[in-house]
Protein backbone atom coordinates (compact mmCIF):
# COMPACT_ATOMS: atom_id res chain seq x y z
CA UNK A 1 0.00 0.00 0.00
CA UNK A 2 1.06 3.31 -0.73
CA UNK A 3 1.42 5.58 2.65
CA UNK A 4 -0.06 8.34 0.39
CA UNK A 5 -2.15 9.75 -2.04
CA UNK A 6 -3.90 12.39 -3.79
CA UNK A 7 -6.15 13.44 -0.79
CA UNK A 8 -5.54 17.26 -2.31
CA UNK A 9 -9.02 18.20 -0.90
CA UNK A 10 -9.51 21.24 -3.70
CA UNK A 11 -8.58 18.82 -6.52
CA UNK A 12 -10.88 16.55 -4.70
CA UNK A 13 -13.63 19.07 -4.45
CA UNK A 14 -13.33 21.49 -7.48
CA UNK A 15 -15.44 19.58 -10.59
CA UNK A 16 -19.23 19.09 -9.27
CA UNK A 17 -22.14 21.29 -9.79
CA UNK A 18 -24.18 19.45 -7.22
CA UNK A 19 -21.84 19.78 -5.01
CA UNK A 20 -18.34 18.17 -2.73
CA UNK A 21 -17.36 18.45 1.07
CA UNK A 22 -15.07 16.45 2.43
CA UNK A 23 -14.23 16.10 6.38
CA UNK A 24 -10.75 16.73 8.28
CA UNK A 25 -11.95 13.50 10.52
CA UNK A 26 -11.28 10.83 8.12
CA UNK A 27 -7.60 10.82 7.30
CA UNK A 28 -6.15 7.52 8.46
CA UNK A 29 -8.82 5.11 7.54
CA UNK A 30 -9.47 7.24 4.70
CA UNK A 31 -5.53 7.35 3.59
CA UNK A 32 -5.90 3.07 3.40
CA UNK A 33 -8.53 2.98 1.61
CA UNK A 34 -7.11 5.25 -0.78
CA UNK A 35 -3.89 3.40 -1.24
CA UNK A 36 -6.02 0.24 -1.94
CA UNK A 37 -8.03 2.44 -5.17
CA UNK A 38 -4.27 3.87 -6.29
CA UNK A 39 -2.35 0.95 -5.93
CA UNK A 40 -3.98 -0.93 -8.51
CA UNK A 41 -6.14 -0.43 -11.28
CA UNK A 42 -9.44 0.16 -9.68
CA UNK A 43 -10.96 -2.15 -12.31
CA UNK A 44 -9.01 -5.59 -10.41
CA UNK A 45 -10.45 -4.72 -6.94
CA UNK A 46 -12.32 -7.59 -5.59
CA UNK A 47 -15.60 -5.88 -5.15
CA UNK A 48 -15.61 -4.07 -8.84
CA UNK A 49 -18.50 -4.55 -10.71
CA UNK A 50 -18.72 -3.86 -14.65
CA UNK A 51 -22.40 -3.89 -14.11
CA UNK A 52 -23.78 -2.93 -10.70
CA UNK A 53 -26.57 -5.42 -10.85
CA UNK A 54 -28.28 -6.76 -8.22
CA UNK A 55 -28.41 -3.19 -6.87
CA UNK A 56 -29.56 -1.62 -9.80
CA UNK A 57 -32.50 -3.84 -9.98
CA UNK A 58 -33.31 -3.49 -6.44
CA UNK A 59 -33.24 0.42 -6.62
CA UNK A 60 -35.48 0.34 -9.97
CA UNK A 61 -38.25 -2.18 -8.13
CA UNK A 62 -38.39 0.39 -5.00
CA UNK A 63 -40.67 2.29 -7.60
CA UNK A 64 -39.02 5.84 -5.92
CA UNK A 65 -39.23 9.21 -7.80
CA UNK A 66 -36.47 9.75 -10.20
CA UNK A 67 -35.92 12.85 -8.00
CA UNK A 68 -36.03 10.74 -4.97
CA UNK A 69 -32.39 11.37 -2.64
CA UNK A 70 -30.40 7.86 -3.17
CA UNK A 71 -27.58 7.89 -0.89
CA UNK A 72 -24.88 5.65 -1.33
CA UNK A 73 -22.64 4.62 1.29
CA UNK A 74 -19.14 3.68 1.07
CA UNK A 75 -19.61 3.69 -2.57
CA UNK A 76 -16.18 3.55 -3.80
CA UNK A 77 -15.73 4.07 -7.77
CA UNK A 78 -18.94 2.34 -7.93
CA UNK A 79 -20.66 1.71 -11.25
CA UNK A 80 -23.82 2.14 -9.86
CA UNK A 81 -23.70 5.64 -10.27
CA UNK A 82 -22.90 5.56 -13.70
CA UNK A 83 -26.10 3.27 -13.75
CA UNK A 84 -28.70 5.58 -11.78
CA UNK A 85 -27.76 8.53 -14.32
CA UNK A 86 -28.32 6.34 -17.32
CA UNK A 87 -31.75 5.36 -15.85
CA UNK A 88 -32.14 9.11 -15.10
CA UNK A 89 -31.76 9.22 -11.61
CA UNK A 90 -31.44 13.02 -10.81
CA UNK A 91 -30.53 13.37 -7.06
CA UNK A 92 -27.96 10.91 -6.28
CA UNK A 93 -25.11 11.31 -3.08
CA UNK A 94 -21.73 9.22 -3.07
CA UNK A 95 -20.36 9.41 0.15
CA UNK A 96 -16.85 7.26 1.01
CA UNK A 97 -14.25 7.61 3.35
CA UNK A 98 -11.87 8.01 0.48
CA UNK A 99 -11.84 10.92 -2.28
CA UNK A 100 -9.27 8.39 -4.25
CA UNK A 101 -12.32 6.37 -4.57
CA UNK A 102 -14.77 8.96 -5.47
CA UNK A 103 -12.84 10.89 -7.97
CA UNK A 104 -12.50 7.83 -10.22
CA UNK A 105 -16.83 8.43 -10.54
CA UNK A 106 -16.16 11.90 -10.82
CA UNK A 107 -13.99 11.56 -14.20
CA UNK A 108 -15.96 8.74 -15.26
CA UNK A 109 -19.59 10.97 -15.37
CA UNK A 110 -18.06 14.16 -16.01
CA UNK A 111 -20.86 16.45 -16.52
CA UNK A 112 -23.65 14.52 -14.56
CA UNK A 113 -21.60 15.35 -12.05
CA UNK A 114 -24.45 18.22 -11.56
CA UNK A 115 -27.39 15.45 -10.29
CA UNK A 116 -24.59 13.86 -7.70
CA UNK A 117 -23.31 15.21 -4.91
CA UNK A 118 -19.85 13.81 -3.22
CA UNK A 119 -19.55 13.37 0.33
CA UNK A 120 -15.93 12.36 1.71
CA UNK A 121 -16.82 11.31 5.40
CA UNK A 122 -16.84 8.80 7.94
CA UNK A 123 -19.92 6.58 8.45
CA UNK A 124 -18.73 5.83 12.20
CA UNK A 125 -17.70 8.84 13.23
CA UNK A 126 -20.01 11.29 10.87
CA UNK A 127 -18.90 15.15 10.90
CA UNK A 128 -20.40 16.60 7.41
CA UNK A 129 -22.83 13.25 7.27
CA UNK A 130 -24.83 15.10 10.41
CA UNK A 131 -25.60 17.56 8.60
CA UNK A 132 -27.03 15.43 5.66
CA UNK A 133 -30.92 15.79 4.71
CA UNK A 134 -33.03 12.60 5.17
CA UNK A 135 -33.33 10.33 1.72
CA UNK A 136 -35.44 8.16 0.06
CA UNK A 137 -32.91 5.27 -0.22
CA UNK A 138 -29.69 4.36 1.80
CA UNK A 139 -27.80 2.04 -0.10
CA UNK A 140 -24.88 0.08 1.14
CA UNK A 141 -22.77 -2.99 -0.32
CA UNK A 142 -20.20 -3.94 1.00
CA UNK A 143 -19.12 -1.40 3.88
CA UNK A 144 -20.94 -1.98 6.88
CA UNK A 145 -19.56 -5.89 7.07
CA UNK A 146 -16.10 -4.12 7.96
CA UNK A 147 -17.53 -2.65 10.91
CA UNK A 148 -16.82 -4.96 13.51
CA UNK A 149 -16.89 -2.75 16.77
CA UNK A 150 -20.33 -2.96 18.23
CA UNK A 151 -20.04 0.22 18.83
CA UNK A 152 -19.20 1.58 14.90
CA UNK A 153 -22.22 -0.05 14.35
CA UNK A 154 -24.29 1.33 16.60
CA UNK A 155 -22.65 4.41 14.89
CA UNK A 156 -23.62 3.23 11.71
CA UNK A 157 -27.47 2.49 12.43
CA UNK A 158 -27.79 5.35 14.57
CA UNK A 159 -26.70 7.75 11.34
CA UNK A 160 -28.79 5.30 8.80
CA UNK A 161 -32.09 6.06 11.45
CA UNK A 162 -31.51 9.71 11.86
CA UNK A 163 -31.40 9.79 8.01
CA UNK A 164 -33.77 7.71 6.29
CA UNK A 165 -37.08 8.92 5.38
CA UNK A 166 -40.52 7.34 6.88
CA UNK A 167 -41.44 5.04 4.16
CA UNK A 168 -37.94 5.16 2.89
CA UNK A 169 -35.89 2.56 1.43
CA UNK A 170 -32.51 0.43 3.34
CA UNK A 171 -30.36 -1.81 0.81
CA UNK A 172 -27.90 -3.81 2.62
CA UNK A 173 -25.90 -6.02 0.54
CA UNK A 174 -23.11 -7.84 2.84
CA UNK A 175 -21.06 -11.07 2.45
CA UNK A 176 -23.41 -13.80 4.12
CA UNK A 177 -22.71 -16.32 6.72
CA UNK A 178 -20.56 -17.98 3.81
CA UNK A 179 -19.02 -15.10 3.16
CA UNK A 180 -15.02 -14.69 3.20
CA UNK A 181 -13.86 -13.37 6.42
CA UNK A 182 -11.41 -11.24 5.38
CA UNK A 183 -11.74 -8.28 2.77
CA UNK A 184 -8.82 -5.69 1.52
CA UNK A 185 -6.93 -6.86 4.11
CA UNK A 186 -9.50 -6.34 6.79
CA UNK A 187 -11.27 -8.49 9.08
CA UNK A 188 -15.20 -8.49 8.28
CA UNK A 189 -18.64 -9.32 9.61
CA UNK A 190 -20.53 -11.91 8.24
CA UNK A 191 -24.22 -11.53 7.89
CA UNK A 192 -27.73 -13.53 7.42
CA UNK A 193 -30.78 -11.63 6.74
CA UNK A 194 -32.46 -11.87 10.77
CA UNK A 195 -29.02 -10.34 12.26
CA UNK A 196 -29.54 -6.78 9.46
CA UNK A 197 -33.20 -7.03 10.48
CA UNK A 198 -32.12 -7.34 14.24
CA UNK A 199 -29.59 -4.46 13.87
CA UNK A 200 -32.48 -2.25 12.16
CA UNK A 201 -35.28 -3.06 14.83
CA UNK A 202 -38.64 -3.14 14.20
CA UNK A 203 -39.35 -0.24 12.71
CA UNK A 204 -38.30 -1.80 9.53
CA UNK A 205 -40.16 -4.74 7.16
CA UNK A 206 -38.41 -7.35 5.23
CA UNK A 207 -39.42 -6.62 1.84
CA UNK A 208 -36.90 -8.92 -0.26
CA UNK A 209 -33.73 -11.10 0.61
CA UNK A 210 -31.57 -13.14 -1.46
CA UNK A 211 -28.49 -14.91 -1.24
CA UNK A 212 -26.27 -13.63 -4.40
CA UNK A 213 -22.67 -15.01 -5.70
CA UNK A 214 -20.55 -12.38 -7.43
CA UNK A 215 -17.88 -13.20 -9.00
CA UNK A 216 -14.57 -10.98 -8.54
CA UNK A 217 -12.44 -9.69 -11.77
CA UNK A 218 -10.19 -12.65 -10.67
CA UNK A 219 -12.77 -15.05 -10.73
CA UNK A 220 -13.30 -16.18 -7.83
CA UNK A 221 -16.60 -16.15 -6.12
CA UNK A 222 -17.70 -13.84 -2.85
CA UNK A 223 -21.22 -14.62 -1.12
CA UNK A 224 -23.14 -12.00 -0.53
CA UNK A 225 -26.63 -11.40 0.89
CA UNK A 226 -28.94 -8.63 -0.34
CA UNK A 227 -31.85 -7.46 1.53
CA UNK A 228 -34.25 -4.89 0.86
CA UNK A 229 -36.34 -2.88 4.17
CA UNK A 230 -38.60 -0.63 4.12
CA UNK A 231 -39.44 1.95 6.94
CA UNK A 232 -42.48 1.39 8.48
CA UNK A 233 -41.96 3.50 11.70
CA UNK A 234 -40.05 6.09 13.11
C1 LIG B 1 -15.43 -3.16 -0.51
S1 LIG B 1 -15.56 -1.47 -0.90
C2 LIG B 1 -17.19 -1.36 -1.64
C3 LIG B 1 -17.32 -0.12 -2.49
C4 LIG B 1 -18.70 0.01 -3.18
N1 LIG B 1 -19.78 0.03 -2.22
C5 LIG B 1 -18.90 -1.06 -4.19
O1 LIG B 1 -19.81 -1.87 -4.04
O2 LIG B 1 -18.14 -1.07 -5.18
C6 LIG B 1 -15.81 -0.73 0.70
C7 LIG B 1 -15.85 0.80 0.63
O3 LIG B 1 -16.19 1.31 1.91
C8 LIG B 1 -15.44 2.48 2.14
N2 LIG B 1 -15.38 2.66 3.60
C9 LIG B 1 -14.74 1.87 4.50
N3 LIG B 1 -14.92 2.33 5.75
C10 LIG B 1 -15.69 3.45 5.63
C11 LIG B 1 -16.22 4.37 6.58
N4 LIG B 1 -15.98 4.23 7.88
N5 LIG B 1 -16.98 5.40 6.12
C12 LIG B 1 -17.22 5.53 4.77
N6 LIG B 1 -16.74 4.68 3.84
C13 LIG B 1 -15.99 3.65 4.26
C14 LIG B 1 -14.10 2.17 1.50
O4 LIG B 1 -13.33 3.31 1.21
C15 LIG B 1 -14.53 1.41 0.25
O5 LIG B 1 -14.70 2.27 -0.85
Known sequence: MKDTCNTNKEESCSITDKGCRTSNSTENLGEYWCGKYTDVDYKTLGWYEEESTPSIDIIVETKVAKNAVIFNVGAGSTTLIDSLLEKGYTNLIANDISSCALNNIKKRIGEKQKNVE????????????????????WNDRAVMHFFIDEKDQDNYFNLLNQKVK?????????????????????????????????????????????????????????????????????
Open 166 to 234: KNGFVILSEFNLEGATMCSGLPVKRYNTEMLQEKLGANYKLLKDFNHDYKMPNGEIRKYVYTLFQRIGL
Open 118 to 137: FITDDLVKPTLLNDLQQVDI
